[in-house]
């Protein structure tokens, strides 16, 4: 016990453990998760994981105009920009609880965050 605390450093210690397993599971979950970016309409589609990492990228071919690349362009990097979005949101619900315990937002007790 720490003196006039009260506070169990196993407990604090085993607490720290399992958060910070928790963090690496949901991490790898969000690894693992794919999530879906649109533009056009549906002309272009990309597929992330919760991480970020680009997996997939389709395109219908009404999206093709040898004329008009520029525009093409534009929806591919909008879909992406869409699946990001998607991911960090993904990330914000998995890995928001943690980060608030981590950080003091009801985190372990007697620490000064």
């Known amino acids: 016990m720490f003196p ?3 506070v169990d450093m196993q407990q604090l210690l085993q607490q720290a453990q399992k958060m910070q397993q928790d963090l690496a599971a949901a991490q790898q979950e ?6 879906e970016g649109s533009a056009g309409g549906g002309l272009v589609k990309a597929t992330v994981t919760g991480s970020g990492e680009l997996t997939a990228l389709e395109i219908d071919p009404k999206a093709v105009d ?4 520029e525009t093409l ?3 591919v990097l909008a879909a992406v920009r869409d699946a990001n979005k998607a991911a960090q949101e993904l ?4 890995l928001g ?3 608030q315990g981590l950080t003091g937002g009801g ?3 007697g620490l000064p965050f």
């Open 107 to 109: 985190g372990i007790p």
């Open 66 to 69: 040898p004329e008009d690349t």
């Open 91 to 94: 990330a914000k619900a998995k």
């Open 4 to 6: 006039g605390g009260g």
């Open 97 to 99: 609880p943690l980060a």
């Open 30 to 35: 969000l690894a693992e998760t794919p999530v």
């Open 73 to 75: 362009a534009d929806l």
